[in-house]
């Protein structure tokens, strides 16, 4: 294998060589080959009757960019990072023409896609064991949301015909959004570690901040970090798309439906979002001032804690140590049927950092305050939630301070793909902007040719 990377404009680079055959290839996937293709169009020219070829090799020079092995998505065959690949039994068990109805796809993903990426994971008998894959929105989207992000593994808890594993993260308007697929072999320690990494060198960032994972031992082994186990039930990202019998090909068509559904309502949400004025169903000073920041869907979700507010009866300061007051709570709350108990909340308020903790931790499982610290602020004379309990992740700008404050400091500056990766993730919200309306179309259009011609100036000057 020869990796060629484009250093500048006339100049290449020869950054990997290994002379050695460093993947399997098999005699029955030689016509998806363009190199082999070529090879076959000059054999049959210079003679009439070639002998069949039973093994091939290839050298792949990529001129673009992103299309750099390891780092764009161009399928290596075997991953496995010195993991163990001699039980065939892990194989994925699949029917006649699924695997090609998959590569099928990829390939034409990657030819309308440039920043599609995908991974398959074959043992030393050529099986398939593991396929995993993101397009580029699903890569640009971590960049945004990487704080937390869940592995769903309903296919496999509910032994569906696809074993599917989701890559699921939260947007700024609280709903799912897509972060990366996989099919998996068999549910072992060492197929989900493949998974695992697949995922974040596709990602070409550290891992989140959380993994929310299932019951799964073996997926929370392969973890091997702090993760919280889902608590409450998480609705599949691919929940109506998919049910027991959905084949392999059924769902390469499903994809495609269900992430254009879910994109196109993140689209209508960011555009309500900036358009609508909630109504205000309190006179709370919280509720002014988080309206003004937070997305619909959100400060909606923050109302009923403002609301709830009115539920907690009583609220007082039980005692004092140097800047650190502890308050007790007192909330009625419904129970089963209609009846109704009294129950007691902690709540410790640091007044030198303006620090707020409440033992319900709503704000750590949510991001948002809980009634009960509401109350202990407005119980101590505040007017404002502090800014430092306002996450800008659920801003309705926060695609557009993410412009403003990620900048090119932490990009590789010498791999063309990492330009490629931050480029795409800057320019999906002028995207979104530039579809709201027809005069924001025009005024994107217009600044995109410009900006075009602009870098077509750089290039003539560089001749």
């Known amino acids: 294998m020869v990796v060629i990377r484009l250093v500048d ?13 460093n993947h399997q290839v098999s005699p029955q996937i030689k016509r998806f080959y363009k190199s082999h293709k070529k090879m076959i169009l000059a054999a049959k020219s210079a003679q009439p009757q070639p002998e069949p070829v039973t093994e091939v090799h290839t050298i792949k020079l990529y001129r673009t960019p992103v299309m750099d092995v390891g780092c764009s998505g161009y399928s290596k065959f075997s991953e496995t990072e010195g993991l163990n690949s001699t039980d065939l ?11 090609h109805a998959v590569y099928k796809y990829f390939c034409r993903m990657k030819l309308t896609n440039p920043n599609f990426y995908y991974l398959m994971d074959l043992g030393d008998g050529r099986c398939l064991r593991n396929v995993f ?12 949301f990487c704080d937390a992000v869940a592995i769903d593994t309903t296919c496999l808890a509910n032994k569906f015909e696809i074993p599917l594993i989701s890559f699921v993260g939260i947007n700024h308007h609280g709903k799912s959004v897509l972060l990366g ?22 990602m070409l960032g550290g891992p989140p901040q959380v993994f929310i994972t299932d019951q799964c031992k073996p997926l929370q082994n392969a973890v091997k970090r702090d993760h919280y186990c889902k608590n409450e039930s998480l609705t599949p990202f691919f929940d109506g798309y998919v049910h027991k019998y959905t084949s392999f090909k059924e769902f390469v068509d499903k994809y495609d439906l269900a992430l254009h559904r879910k994109r196109i309502k993140e689209v209508a949400a960011d555009v309500e979002s900036r358009s609508s004025i909630v109504e205000l169903k309190t006179r709370c000073n919280f509720e002014e001032q988080l309206r003004k920041v937070y997305t619909k869907e959100i400060f909606r979700r923050l109302q009923l804690e403002v609301e709830g507010m009115y539920s907690c009866f009583n609220t007082r300061q039980v005692n004092v140590n140097g800047p650190i007051l502890t308050h007790i709570v007192k909330e009625r709350v419904e129970v089963e049927g209609n009846e109704k108990e009294v129950r007691c909340y902690g709540v410790l308020y640091e007044t030198t950092q303006v620090d707020i903790r409440c033992i319900c931790s709503l704000f750590n499982y949510k991001g948002y305050l809980c009634r009960h610290t509401l109350n202990v602020l407005n ?21 557009c301070r993410y412009l403003l404050h990620h900048g090119s400091s932490n990009i590789d500056m010498y791999n063309p793909v990492y330009w490629y990766n931050h480029l795409y ?7 979104e902007a530039g579809a709201q309306s027809e005069e924001h179309y025009k005024t994107t259009l217009q600044a995109l040719v410009e900006l075009l011609n602009k870098l077509h100036l750089v290039e003539d000057n560089q001749v």
């Open 9 to 21: 404009s006339k100049r290449w680079r020869i950054v990997e060589l290994e002379l050695e055959h």
């Open 133 to 144: 894959w993101a397009d580029a929105r699903s890569r640009a989207a971590y960049g945004y």
């Open 89 to 99: 039994s892990k194989h994925l068990e699949r029917k006649e023409g699924d695997a």
């Open 181 to 202: 697929c996989g099919f998996l072999g068999q549910e072992s320690v060492e197929n989900f570690v493949w998974m695992l990494r697949a995922w974040l060198k596709c």
């Open 379 to 399: 119980y101590n004379g505040m007017e404002e939630v502090p800014s430092r309990y306002i996450l800008p992740r659920w801003s309705k700008d926060f695609k």
């Open 425 to 431: 993730k800057l320019a999906l919200p002028v995207a």
